[in-house]
Each structure stands twice: as structure tokens, then as C-alpha cells.
């Protein structure tokens, strides 16, 4: 069993913003996988963590935390033990202000390299053992502060954009698993 974490913050004024472009990736898939019925998981240990989970097919379950972006830890790590999966079969998706916008890495046990959601994901996995999808937000020049670029909502060309990158991205996980 496979569990897809896509990182991002809950209020809708962050709704598309850069740093949650992992709650994004998530959003597109459940629609590309036709996930039908609603996000909600309707059992106490989670509905405080996370109020957005399906299970598309028997073998990944998607999960969006409901818990602001660096504080994800303690959500992905109640996720993984609720589900008993392996961190081998654990994605993080998420931003990444070191790659360029329009492309990805998909790599697997490396550092948070500054990313405070996965150093949170870190600290309460007590692994970097997992998968992670890092989704290019980076611009050619960057004009404000990295945290007030990361909060700043995508362009309408930006969104435009994201399913092609998004299907890219699980195209390639697709070949990897």
C-alpha cells in the first residue's frame, strides 16, 4: 500500500499559492484517478489531523494534512502508523524553491534541504527513509523574500501550466513503482 501526502497550508487564503503546490498535485490526481466521495475520514484519530483522505484504489490512499505546512510531521507520522505503511511506500509532494518552475525531482531518502515541512516529516518519522516529489516553484529571478514568494498565489499561466506538470510527475512515479 502506497500513501500519497501532498504538503500545503489549510486556510483558502493559501489556497493557490506556491507552497501548496504538493495540496494541488493531490487535488489533480484525485480528480485524474476519479476518486469518487468526499475527502472527509470520518475517524477521531484522524478528523483532528487530517480532513482530507481517500482511498482510490485498494493500494494508495491520498492525503491532504490539515495542518499548516510546517507542522506536517506529526500528521504524516499519525498517517503512516494509522495506515501501517512502510516509509518505502511513503510520497511526500511537495514545493521546492531550489528547482526551477516546470520541473520536478523525484528522489528518494534525501534531506529536508531547508523545506521545513520535511524537516517536521523527519523529526517525527525519525527517517528521511521515504519518497519525496519536490514540484519546481522557483522563478528566473526572485524579486521578494523566499517566505513571501512561497506564500504568493501562482500565476493564472502558472495554473494553466500544473496538469501538464502534475501528469509529468506522476508519470514518473508510475515508472518508478
Not at 55 to 62: I, K, Q, R, V
Not at 68 to 97: C, E, P, Q, T
Not at 140 to 149: D, I, K
Not at 164 to 174: H, M, N, R, V, Y
Request: net charge neutral.
Amino acid at each position: 500500500m502506497f500513501l500519497l501526502v501532498g504538503l500545503g497550508n489549510p486556510d483558502l487564503k493559501y489556497q493557490h499559492t506556491r507552497h501548496n503546490a504538493g495540496s494541488l498535485f493531490v487535488d489533480w490526481l484525485a480528480d485524474e484517478l476519479k476518486v469518487s466521495g468526499g475527502w472527509e475520514l470520518k475517524k477521531p484519530l484522524l478528523s483532528r489531523i487530517t480532513s482530507h483522505l481517500s482511498s482510490p484504489t485498494p493500494h494508495l490512499y491520498l492525503a491532504r494534512p490539515d495542518v499548516f505546512m510546517n507542522n506536517s510531521g506529526r500528521a504524516v507520522a499519525k498517517l503512516v502508523k494509522h495506515f501501517k505503511v512502510s516509509l518505502k511506500y511513503l510520497l511526500i509532494v511537495h514545493d521546492d524553491l531550489d528547482i526551477p518552475f516546470g520541473q520536478f525531482r523525484l528522489q528518494f531518502d534525501r534531506g529536508a534541504a531547508g523545506h521545513h515541512g520535511v524537516e517536521s516529516i523527519i523529526a517525527h518519522l525519525g527517517s528521511q527513509d521515504f519518497w519525496r516529489l519536490r514540484i519546481g516553484i522557483s522563478p528566473s529571478h526572485l524579486v521578494v523574500s523566499p517566505e513571501e514568494f512561497v506564500l504568493s498565489k501562482f500565476t493564472m499561466p502558472e495554473l494553466e501550466l500544473l496538469p501538464s506538470l502534475f501528469g509529468d510527475c506522476w508519470a514518473e512515479w508510475e515508472r518508478v513503482n
